[in-house]
């Protein structure tokens, strides 16, 4: 189903491609979809070659149209030569599952840093998505920023697929990156006991090395608070700066319970912060 939709979606955003691109496009399309591994491997090498390398550019009824089908997907961030080679990945194969990861694999083993950068963000798109876990991990593993991001960051995929040990490393290692964790998609609903023990732990690193800590790291915090938690919460609330006092409100409010209204009495009000979201776009 949602392979179907992001095929008309896609289409739709390169129909304007200019004509010599558009051609070049459509039978790239046509060689991969009759099964030709060869034209995939050239296809997708080639793709910012003869296409844009401009932005997609989206209006607001087109961005709404892409969280109607896939929450959490932004599409908008890529350039379109980056929705042509996953214009190019939709149209593989894929009725033997074995067959369609078999070429997904070797793709990936020839594929360039910007050629990776655009596999792993096509992964929430790709049929077979529970076989692709493995190789969504493998990415949150990178030691390249850019390909990290390319997974952690505007991509559906990790919420649903990953395990809470994957899920957990790659809510660290966005804090590790500096990456910008308001853009993790099902941050809250993945939010879990031993990742609040992790965060607090990270946040107790940085203070002994007094380094700042991002205070979007106390989102993962706030539902799963004990009592060492609640501690550190007032500390933030106590002694860190607004962004951080904010953070550590909204952490309260997402804990509730009598503990979490006597620490935030305990204190003057933060400055009002209207969601995690909007404290992560405005920036350190």
């Given at each position: ?41 050239i296809s997708f090498s080639l793709a910012p070659r ?29 350039s379109l030569d980056q929705v042509a080679r996953t ?198």
């Amino acid at each position: 189903m949602v392979v179907h939709a992001a095929l008309e979606l896609l289409d739709g955003w390169l129909a304007d491609l200019p004509a010599a691109g558009r051609d070049w496009l459509s039978s790239a399309v046509a060689g991969v979809a009759a099964g030709d591994e060869r034209a995939l491997f050239i296809s997708f090498s080639l793709a910012p070659r003869k296409l844009p390398r401009t932005d997609l550019q989206l209006s607001e009824q087109e961005r709404r149209k892409v969280e109607e089908l896939l929450p959490g997907w932004r599409p908008w961030r890529w350039s379109l030569d980056q929705v042509a080679r996953t214009r190019l990945l939709l149209a593989l194969p894929h009725a033997d599952p074995e067959r369609f990861l078999a070429t997904l694999d070797r793709l990936f083993a020839a594929a360039g840093l910007q050629e990776m950068v655009a596999l792993y963000q096509a992964l929430a798109l790709l049929p077979h998505g529970p076989l692709l876990a493995k190789r969504a991990a493998e990415g949150v593993r990178s030691s390249m920023t850019v390909i990290f991001e390319s997974v952690a960051l505007d991509n559906p995929y990790p919420h649903v697929h990953l395990d809470e040990g994957a899920w957990n490393q790659l809510v660290l290692k966005s804090l590790f990156n500096g990456s910008r964790m308001e853009r993790i998609v099902g941050f809250d609903a993945r939010a879990n006991l031993l990742l609040m023990r992790q965060l607090c732990g990270y946040a107790h690193e940085r203070w002994a090395a007094h380094r700042r800590v991002d205070p979007l790291l106390w989102r993962g915090v706030g539902r799963f608070a004990d009592a060492d938690a609640l501690r550190d919460l007032e500390r933030v609330l106590a002694t860190g700066s607004p962004r951080e006092r904010q953070a550590a409100a909204l952490a309260l409010h997402d804990r509730g319970g009598a503990q979490a209204v006597a620490v935030l009495a305990a204190h003057p009000p933060a400055p009002d912060t209207v969601s995690w979201d909007a404290l992560g776009e405005a920036g350190p």
